[in-house]
T-cell receptor
Framework: GNSVTQMEGPVTLSEEAFLTINCTYT??????LFWYVQYPGEGLQLLLK?????DKGSNKGFEATYRKETTSFHLEKGSVQVSDSAVYFC??????????FGSGTRLSIRP | KAGVTQTPRYLIKTRGQQVTLSCSPI?????VSWYQQTPGQGLQFLFE???????NKGNFPGRFSGRQFSNSRSEMNVSTLELGDSALYLC?????????????FGPGTRLLVL
């Protein structure tokens, strides 16, 4: 079945460091891929998405490229801020609104 | 547009009781999905409703049920609560629920079962 694997956390970085959170997926067909972010005490917010191979999703300085050949959708940001501290979820779309989520990566940014 | 709203935000129940959670989708959205989030199991899909019909269901026991009304508002019910049902329950809405669509999540209802 479809599944998502993302790197374990927690990840701790200093402000202005480069961020990569790895995500790979297994899927039949051509799912859409997403990164969601969850701030403490809140629900999920869509950070970015890509709907087909080689698409790049971007938002708030974050980027991820849909790589079909490596079945990956790694999240990157060139310079992180303290306000980026949150839990990040990689996800893919399934049939009838079902989203399959990875286990989440907790990111902490030190000032 | 107002976002997805969920009520109540917090609930405390005891084992054996039942609970009903409510979700109001974004205006115009017809698809509502429910997810359970726990530290151990992560985010798991419960079910999805579209135009008052359940279209998709996750791997949860029959104690978990839901429904959708003609105005697209949805409720989920958990009967005979168990300690393991303690979780954050999230609902999400989208226009038609196709794979490419963005799903918008509510803030969640945090359920504690004692």
């Amino acid at each position: 079945g479809n599944s998502v694997t993302q790197m374990e956390g927690p990840v701790t970085l200093s402000e202005e460091a480069f961020l990569t959170i790895n995500c790979t997926y297994t899927a039949t067909g051509y799912p859409s891929l997403f990164w969601y972010v969850q701030y403490p005490g809140e629900g999920l917010q869509l950070l970015l998405k890509a709907t087909k191979a080689d698409d790049k999703g971007s938002n708030k300085g974050f980027e991820a490229t849909y790589r079909k050949e490596t079945t990956s959708f790694h999240l990157e940001k060139g310079s992180v801020q303290v306000s980026d501290s949150a839990v990040y979820f990689c996800a893919l779309s399934g049939w009838a609104s079902k989203i399959i989520f990875g286990s989440g990566t907790r990111l902490s940014i030190r000032p | 547009k107002a976002g997805v709203t969920q009520t109540p935000r917090y609930l405390i129940k005891t084992r054996g009781q039942q609970v009903t959670l409510s979700c109001s989708p974004i205006s115009g959205h017809r698809s509502v999905s429910w997810y359970q989030q726990t530290p151990g199991q992560g985010l798991q899909f419960l079910f999805e409703y579209f135009s008052e019909t359940q279209r998709n269901k996750g791997n949860f026991p029959g104690r978990f049920s839901g429904r959708q009304f003609s105005n697209s508002r949805s409720e989920m019910n958990v009967s005979t609560l168990e300690l393991g049902d303690s979780a954050l329950y999230l609902c999400a809405s989208s226009g038609t629920g196709t794979g490419e669509e963005t799903q918008y999540f509510g803030p969640g209802t945090r359920l504690l079962v004692l």
